[in-house]
């Protein structure tokens, strides 16, 4: 049997919780939505999925490519009318040699599908049990019905040209009126895992968080019961929280906190003294203000939606929702002074520039040279395009850790100040790689790298030793990412040019660092 996924269009149902990404990329507890999905049709020995995109394919590619991370092939399809997307189904020849299922990504049946052969379509259904309604009416509009969804298992060879016009509610009628005639089976199917509307996808994070969806698992250390903490969270001792909890990597919960049940923070996220959460989701990159109380909401940014009341508002105050990214926009006259302040920077420190060229060149045979590193932050959170060349001192300057030293300061920091004045990175921020080089990185610390911005001061450098501690190196990054604000990157700065002068840095706070992380997470 072969996978045939439908990706949705964007509708006004999910409240602009889509706007910017497919809902079918929505975080159910740990995962986006959709891997889900494919992990499910992964489960069942399913290796071969055909996505089939309605528009904006190139998150999830981003997020599925191939098929290899899970051991299945998957190919991806470009509706060319995105209202009618079951024409696609005449280039996948699969499916006249194989048995087949069709699902709408924004809901899921969580159940075995056929092993064997099959006779006839076979349409799954839900409804707390009740049969889809097969009535017609007049025959001419399509039939209104609450389905969670539309899967159908289809046998090998079943012609498709009679479903390649048909939108999808089209689609929807047509299977049911084969059932009606007796041309299809209908199969109840209980489990279901929904995005479809904000509401639908709060009940399936409660069915996850309870676990009752068979085969469908979270990751994160489950530190008691219905508990699920992931790395380098910091939790304050006065949070209290009440399962079923899971918190995503590298958040925060500050004092006072009150959460549960039936709550995931995604990851990145900080939650602000004595808040109380229950019923929600809190997506990844948010930030929630003091003392609110959220109940059955969802929270993407600045967006709060109430899925009760089937409403969203966007907040304006920063003080209450917004996302931890948000710093920049408040600090656009510190992004005007950084490039100022660098070529003042390359001005008084030309003498040590000049010594240090002749220093290399001479007695260490290394030249001023520069390497490619890619542009961040990334468009959409996909992978840059636009790369520009960094100047350094010898083509392995960036290639490996150099704590803060006079070497790192030589050898990159005083090269580098050029590109600061032309704005391709700061002063203070995540260490400049190649996009080969973030190609290669963990899709969690990629999403959380191409949401950032580049500097030659960076976290790993004051607070990692060790080069080859890939761990260290990640938290140092997500940490960053999430402690970003201007107060933040001066301390950082100082600490730097304290390791350079071998200057004891105790008198400065270290809230924040990456060890401060580590010990913190202790608590949990």
Same mark, same amino acid.
């Given at each position: ?330 600090? *656009?006259?510190? #992004? !005007?002074?950084?490039?100022? @302040? ?6 008084? /420190?030309?003498?040590? &520039? $000049? ?125 960053? *990412?999430?402690? #970003? !604000?201007?107060?933040?990157? @001066? ?6 040019? /304290?390791?350079?002068? &071998? $200057? ?21």
């Amino acid at each position: 049997m072969i996978a045939i996924l439908v990706i949705p269009d964007p509708t006004s149902r999910m409240l602009g919780l889509d706007a910017t990404q497919s809902q079918t990329l929505l975080p159910l507890a740990d995962r986006p939505f959709l891997q889900h999905i494919v992990e499910s049709l992964v489960a069942q020995k399913i290796t071969s999925i055909e996505v089939i995109h309605t528009y904006a394919p190139e998150r999830i590619e981003l997020l599925l490519g191939d098929g290899s991370r899970w051991g299945c092939s998957i190919r991806h399809h470009l509706a060319v009318k995105p209202d009618r997307p079951y024409r696609s189904l005449k280039v996948i020849p699969e499916i006249q040699t194989n048995s087949w299922v069709l699902a709408h990504a924004d809901t899921y049946p969580v159940i075995q599908f056929p092993k064997g052969p099959i006779e006839k379509p076979i349409l799954y259904y839900s409804n707390q049990g009740a049969e889809p309604d097969t009535s017609t009416g007049d025959g001419n509009d399509p039939i209104e019905n609450d389905l969670p969804g539309v899967t159908v298992a289809f046998p090998a060879g079943y012609p498709v040209d009679d479903l390649s016009g048909l939108t999808r509610e089209g689609f929807s009628w047509s299977i049911q009126r084969l059932v009606s005639t007796e041309a299809a089976i209908s199969q109840q199917a209980d489990d279901w895992i929904d995005v479809s509307t904000p509401k639908r996808l709060l009940e399936s994070q409660h069915r996850l968080l309870q676990q009752d969806l068979d085969g469908l698992l979270m990751n994160g250390a489950e530190r008691q019961p219905g508990v699920w903490v992931s790395r380098n969270v910091v939790i304050h001792p006065t949070v209290k929280l009440k399962a079923p909890v899971y918190i995503g990597p590298n958040s925060r919960l500050n004092r006072g906190v009150k959460m549960g049940p039936d709550v995931v923070i995604g990851g990145a996220c900080i939650i602000d003294s004595d808040t109380t959460i229950e019923s929600s989701l809190v997506m990844a990159g948010s930030y929630v203000g003091e003392g609110l109380e959220l109940n059955h909401t969802i929270v993407d940014r600045s967006l709060l939606v109430n899925a009760r009341l089937s409403a969203a508002v966007n907040i304006s105050e920063s003080f209450l929702l917004g996302g931890i990214n948000q710093s920049g926009k408040q600090n *656009s006259l510190l #992004r !005007i002074m950084t490039p100022v @302040l660098a070529a003042l920077l390359i001005v008084i /420190l030309s003498p040590f &520039s $000049l010594v240090s060229i002749l220093y290399f060149l001479l007695l260490q045979r290394m030249s001023y040279s520069s390497i490619s590193v890619a542009q961040i932050p990334a468009e959409g959170g996909s992978l840059p395009l636009h790369e520009h060349r960094l100047p350094c001192i010898g083509e392995d300057a960036w290639s490996v850790l150099r704590p803060a030293g006079w070497n790192a300061f030589l050898r990159q920091f005083l090269p580098g100040l050029f590109a600061v004045v032309r704005g391709h990175v700061g002063l203070v921020g995540l260490p400049p790689r190649s996009r080969w080089e973030i190609e290669r990185l963990p899709s969690e610390w990629r999403s959380i790298y191409l949401n950032g911005r580049a500097g030659l001061i960076t976290e790993a450098s004051v607070a990692v030793d060790e080069a080859q501690d890939e761990t260290q190196l990640f938290v140092s990054d997500a940490y960053y *990412s999430v402690q #970003r !604000i201007w107060h933040y990157d @001066l301390r950082l700065a100082a600490r730097y040019f /304290l390791r350079l002068l &071998s $200057l004891p840095d105790r008198n400065l706070p270290e809230s924040g660092s990456a060890a401060d992380a580590e010990r913190a997470d202790s608590h949990t």
